[in-house]
């Protein structure tokens, strides 16, 4: 089984390396292919106003100056066009990509993308918990294996992909997997920290503090605040289904 890997951190990042941990325990025939700087919050975003490098960091190992999904297409159009992966695997983010966070994330888009062009996708993310960074990645590293494994040879639904969320504990103290549908933030009460730099300029920083929800039942909110990993099917068709007659009575 061929796998690509990938993810919006970085070639470099802890998470990647717990990935190709995870991998190895998979298959022998690993093919890496992620930007070479951290791209996080990238989204499906490609890059069209500047060129993108492909460079060569050893053997089946590549990094990209650009984007997680730009990383995905050329792994897929170029260094591998002519023997396309099985898998394709994205993280293990250093954070959550829970809720309406997946339309931000770089980690989801990469698997999005490889799920567009017919390839079994999956995203993997380590929520943290800032009290034991000594041990953020727990979770993931002795979970990983244990959730993929049952994905392998399933068949999934046409242009889909699953994400994949570690809660932050440590891994004896992890309950179990459930498969649960995507939750929903209050990003009304989201901040926005404005300061000045050393030459009294202004900027502004956002994200700096906690989103606040209530996790819905069934939610991978709910999942994560329990103690499970959530495993969640999703797609990228966003049509709502139930406005497209309110929406055409207008316009007859």
């Given at each position: 089984?061929?796998?690509?890997l990938?993810?919006?951190?970085g070639?470099?990042a802890?998470?990647?390396?717990v990935?190709?941990e995870?991998?190895?325990?998979?298959?022998?025939?690993i093919?890496?292919?992620?930007?070479?700087?951290?791209?996080?919050?990238?989204?499906?975003?490609l890059t069209?106003n500047?060129?993108?490098r492909?460079?060569?960091?050893?053997?089946?190992?590549?990094?990209v100056?650009?984007?997680p999904?730009?990383?995905?297409?050329?792994?897929l159009?170029?260094?591998?066009?002519?023997?396309k992966?099985d898998?394709i695997?994205?993280?293990?983010?250093?954070?959550?990509?829970?809720?309406d966070d997946?339309?931000y994330?770089g980690?989801?888009?990469?698997?999005m993308?490889?799920?567009?062009a017919?390839i079994?996708?999956?995203?993997?993310?380590q929520v943290?918990?800032?009290?034991a960074?000594?041990?953020?990645?727990s979770?993931?590293?002795?979970?990983g294996?244990?959730?993929l494994?049952?994905?392998?040879?399933l068949d999934f639904?046409?242009?889909?992909?699953?994400?994949v969320?570690?809660p932050p504990k440590?891994?004896?103290?992890?309950?179990?997997?459930r498969?649960?549908?995507?939750?929903?933030?209050?990003?009304?009460r989201?901040?926005v920290?404005e300061?000045r730099?050393?030459?009294?300029?202004?900027?502004y920083?956002?994200?700096?503090?906690?989103?606040e929800?209530?996790p819905d039942?069934?939610t991978?909110l709910e999942?994560i605040?329990d103690?499970y990993?959530?495993v969640?099917?999703?797609?990228?068709?966003?049509t709502?289904e139930?406005?497209?007659?309110?929406?055409?009575?207008?316009f007859a």
């Open positions: 089984m061929r796998i690509l990938t993810n919006d951190d070639i470099n802890p998470g990647f390396a990935l190709e995870i991998a190895r325990t998979l298959s022998d025939d093919w890496v292919c992620a930007p070479s700087e951290e791209q996080s919050g990238a989204g499906h975003s069209l500047e060129p993108v492909l460079r060569k960091h050893g053997e089946r190992r590549y990094a100056t650009g984007t999904t730009d990383s995905v297409m050329l792994a159009r170029t260094v591998l066009k002519d023997a992966p898998l695997l994205s993280g293990v983010n250093r954070g959550a990509n829970l809720g997946i339309t994330s980690t989801v888009s990469a698997a993308e490889g799920a567009l017919g079994r996708s999956i995203a993997l993310s943290l918990n800032r009290e960074e000594h041990e953020a990645f979770a993931a590293r002795e979970w294996a244990k959730v494994r049952p994905l392998l040879d639904a046409e242009r889909t992909l699953v994400n969320n570690f440590a891994a004896d103290a992890v309950k179990g997997i498969v649960v549908r995507q939750g929903f933030h209050d990003y009304s989201g901040s920290v300061g730099d050393p030459r009294g300029l202004k900027y920083w956002f994200g700096l503090h906690a989103i929800h209530t039942h069934g991978d999942a605040a103690g990993i959530s969640t099917p999703l797609r990228p068709e966003l709502h139930s406005s497209l007659g309110t929406l055409s009575e207008r």
